[in-house]
């Protein structure tokens, strides 16, 4: 056996999944610049959830997280989203903005009219309070969606 096997040897699926988490988990601080690296983030929180899982990522004012929270959790086809609990968070953090994201766990990445819908609803919301949502991701089968790179914010 060569080295590099010695060591695979040794590293068990907990070590990796944990080296894993920790290279793609954004800690609080990190200025949050592209869609990609909370992409990398949402998609280690939500790794392996069979339910449709909603994320959203506090910000401050120079869109530094403040903290990431899980604050619904569904079916395996929709998740109930109430925008006002969405504002409450947000105000007792807080934040100044905010990026929802959650899984489909259908694996297909398309947003539904559903998604859509919310995400007006979540932006309008946040507008009445100055909360500015910044971007709303899905993640489904290695890919995700940004709605703000798509233009649907």
Do not use: W
Not at 55 to 72: G, K, M
Not at 130 to 146: C, E, K, N, P, T
Request: aromatic share 6%.
């Amino acid at each position: 056996m060569n080295d590099a096997q010695l060591l695979l040897d040794r590293v068990s699926d907990q070590d990796l999944r944990e080296a894993y988490h920790d290279r793609f988990t954004l800690r609080a601080g990190e200025v949050l610049n592209n869609s990609r690296k909370v992409a990398d983030h949402l998609a280690t929180l939500l790794a392996g959830r069979t339910r449709e899982t909603f994320v959203v990522l506090f910000l401050n004012r120079r869109n530094a997280l403040l903290s990431t929270e899980i604050l619904f959790e569904g079916t395996l086809t929709q998740a109930v989203i109430f925008p006002r609990e969405i504002v409450k968070y947000a105000l007792l953090k807080n934040a100044a903005a905010i990026i929802c994201g959650h899984n489909h766990p259908s694996g297909e990445v398309k947003p539904s009219g559903d998604d859509q819908a919310i995400t007006r609803k979540i932006k309008q919301a946040c507008g009445l309070v100055d909360i500015q949502l910044l971007d709303h991701l899905i993640i489904a089968g290695g890919d995700f969606f940004s709605f703000a790179d798509s233009g649907l914010l």
